[in-house]
């Protein structure tokens, strides 16, 4: 939401369920929680919100966040990207793989949904927020069908047992 990062999932993390070796009368490897969350800074004068601060890190855009909040109402936002060495700024969000989906940020919050591994297995709303310490997964919504994320961030729409519930972002964190 502040054009300074880009958060994504991917699904890159393999550790079997089924200890090796496999042979043929074991099963075959099974991959249960494989998505990992990750954070792109899009300059390379931010690093990762994750890290704690120190003197190393590059904190020039720490002033512009000092604005007022009404000044950042009438603004738009403008998306630069400097792409070189992008690569090197991935890094992984400091929480454990699981089955993750439907990832949405605001200035404050990862949300994101997370299944169960097991048979038809209850889905809940997760909530991390963005900062550098004591970095917790918490369920905000437990055995929700899916959500949406208002697009000033604000308010989310659960859909809950054929139910359509709205409560404000952040709000139960």
């Keep these: 939401p ?9 699904d890159r ?3 079997s369920v089924v200890r090796s070796p496999w042979g043929p009368y074991q099963p ?16 390379s ?12 890190v590059n904190k020039k855009s720490s002033d512009k966040d000092t604005e007022n ?7 738009k936002v403008v998306v ?3 792409l070189k060495d992008i690569g090197k700024r991935v890094s992984e969000v400091p929480v454990d793989a699981g089955m993750y989906y439907g990832l949405s940020a605001t200035d404050e919050y990862l ?18 927020e963005i900062k550098s310490e004591d970095i917790e ?25 054929n139910q359509v519930h709205v409560i404000d972002a952040g709000s139960s964190v």
């Design 28 to 43: 075959e490897p099974f991959f249960d929680r494989t998505t990992k969350i990750y954070v792109l800074p899009l300059s």
């Design 2 to 10: 502040d054009a300074k990062y880009l958060y994504f999932m991917s």
């Design 137 to 161: 997964v918490k369920t905000l919504i437990k055995d929700a069908n899916d959500y949406e994320l208002s697009y000033d961030g604000k308010k989310i729409m659960i859909l809950k047992e």
């Design 80 to 82: 630069k990207i400097d």
């Design 111 to 128: 949300f994101f949904m997370e299944r169960e591994m097991i048979l038809d297995g209850k889905r809940n709303l997760k909530v991390l």
């Design 13 to 15: 993390y393999f550790k």
């Design 69 to 75: 909040s009404d000044d950042k109402k009438d603004k």
């Design 45 to 56: 004068e931010d690093n990762s919100p994750f890290l704690p601060d120190n003197e190393i």
